[in-house]
């Protein structure tokens, strides 16, 4: 769902806001822009807010889209007939979509007014889509304008890029993603994890409705609490669940990331950073647990996991090696000092 006004936008995106706020109030807008950033910094919505605005009947002194006028409740139902979004067929967008875009806003509009174009993961055009879209770019007809958005910027060709206004996204501050997850009822110890893995207010949703992502979850500091019994071993209990945690990547990555979180809490806790440690809810078993293993032994298995982490990005999953970082886990804490 879109924004249905530049304020909600300027709490996600400052500077990107104000630059289009300011082009709006001088009337000097570009025909193409490129809303380039991370996944999840709101760019789509962002393209939606400039839809509204620019077909909006009733717009605020502000520059504010209305929000419900008709123009502006037919964009937020994606079924205004001068709002055109391209999305890639498969793993490309091909010539033949930009080719019927191009036809498209060639011919007369069914409505009056400007028509805006969006194309989503614009950078995975097929080189004969971006120079058919070329064309259009150098002559793009009275008011028509073109949103691109990707997460790629560096594969986009350079002769788009030069025939376009830029807006950089940044990541979402995780202050706002945690206050959205507390919104939805998300407990608190998960909300102010959850930030730490994704800037991605979708992803981090996803994450806190999904069963498997949540037995991940409680199991880390079940598997770090395990240290105080001595009848129980991380290793046999992380074997219990290993097919859950190897299912997917994403879930070994998320499980990982966990891990070095928690491990992080320790160090913090250990240096005396506590307004640093996310696992709040877990302080009095992280203040013990950091107690009893040197700093030496917790930066030695902090490196050991981030360099696991880093063989996960090249889909090495080797779980001999979790076996083992578990076993050096638990050695350093029965060796307390």
């Known amino acids: 769902m879109s924004f249905s006004q530049f304020e909600d936008f300027n709490a996600y995106q400052p500077r990107v806001a104000q630059m289009l706020l300011n082009s709006f109030k001088k009337g000097r807008l570009s025909h193409a822009y490129i809303f380039e950033g991370p996944r999840g910094t709101k760019k789509l919505d962002a393209a939606f807010l400039f839809a509204k605005r620019l077909l909006c009947t009733a717009p ?62 614009a950078h995975r055009f097929r080189s004969e889509a971006a120079n058919a879209l070329l064309k259009t770019l150098e002559e793009p007809g009275l008011d028509i304008y073109a949103i691109m958005i990707t997460d790629s910027f560096n594969s986009l060709l350079k002769t788009i890029v030069s025939r376009s206004q830029v807006m950089h996204f940044t990541p979402i501050d995780k202050s706002l993603i945690r206050a959205h997850l507390i919104e939805r009822k998300v407990p608190d110890c998960i909300a102010a994890v959850i930030p730490e893995y994704t800037n991605n207010y979708e992803e981090a949703i996803k994450i806190a409705e999904s069963e498997e992502m949540m037995t991940v979850f409680k199991l880390v500091p079940e598997l770090y609490g395990i240290v105080d019994n001595s009848q129980k071993s ?33 160090l913090n806790c250990k240096l005396r950073h506590i307004t640093q440690i996310v696992w709040m809810p877990d302080i009095k078993q992280i203040e013990k647990l950091a107690i009893q293993v040197s700093q030496q032994k917790i930066e030695d298995n902090l490196e050991k996991m981030l360099t696991l982490k880093t063989r996960l990005k090249f889909n090495i999953i080797d779980s001999l090696a979790f076996d083992n970082l578990l076993m050096n886990l638990e050695r350093g804490f029965f060796n307390a000092i």
């Open 60 to 121: 605020s002194l502000n520059q504010d889209p209305c929000g419900e006028c008709i123009n502006c409740r037919r964009i937020e139902e994606n079924l205004h007939p001068n709002v055109f979004l391209i999305k890639p067929e498969g793993e490309y967008i091909k010539k033949e979509q930009i080719k019927q875009i191009i036809d498209e806003l060639s011919k007369t509009a069914v409505e009056s007014g400007p028509r805006i174009y969006i194309i989503d993961d």
């Open 234 to 266: 991380m290793v046999l209990r992380f074997r219990e669940v290993r097919d859950l945690i190897f299912t997917t990547t994403e879930i070994t990555d998320f499980f990982l990331t966990l891990m070095i979180l928690y491990q992080k809490d320790l």
